[in-house]
Nanobody
Framework: QVQLVDSGGGLVLPGGSLRLSCAAS????????MGWFRQAPGKEREFVAT????????RYADSVKGRFTITRDNFKNTVYLQMNDLKAEDTAVYYC?????????????????WGQGTQVTVSS
């Protein structure tokens, strides 16, 4: 059982930046692809970004491409989401997720374990 703890959310002005972190309990973290998803009020959960087990492959939703960067530190069992140039439409609860495979895509069914979520609010 992999436990994931999301952190780093908060209130930020439009155009600002935040870095989310997700710490995993498992030593085998380095075997898993990781992803970030988000859910805004009244909307379904949507894919944000994913990174392969080694960190060599990443993929982003079109809505965040060029503004968000997903990285991982396998020594610290942690995955990060650097979010720059934040917009009001980025407001959501952000969840990290772990796949059982070395690579994963944009569908949430590809991920077996989920963090508790961290709130990101972009507002002036």
């Amino acid at each position: 059982q992999v436990q994931l703890v999301d952190s780093g959310g908060g209130l930020v002005l439009p155009g600002g930046s935040l870095r989310l972190s997700c710490a995993a309990s498992e030593r085998t973290f380095s075997n898993y692809a990781m992803g970030w998803f988000r859910q805004a009020p009244g909307k379904e959960r949507e894919f944000v970004a994913t990174i392969s087990f080694s960190g060599s492959n990443t993929r982003y939703a079109d809505s965040v491409k060029g503004r968000f960067t997903i990285t991982r530190d396998n020594f610290k069992n942690t995955v990060y989401l650097q979010m720059n140039d934040l917009k009001a439409e980025d407001t959501a609860v952000y969840y990290c997720a772990a796949s059982l495979y070395g690579r994963a895509g944009s569908r949430d069914v590809e991920y077996a374990y989920w963090g508790q979520g961290t709130q990101v609010t972009v507002s002036s």
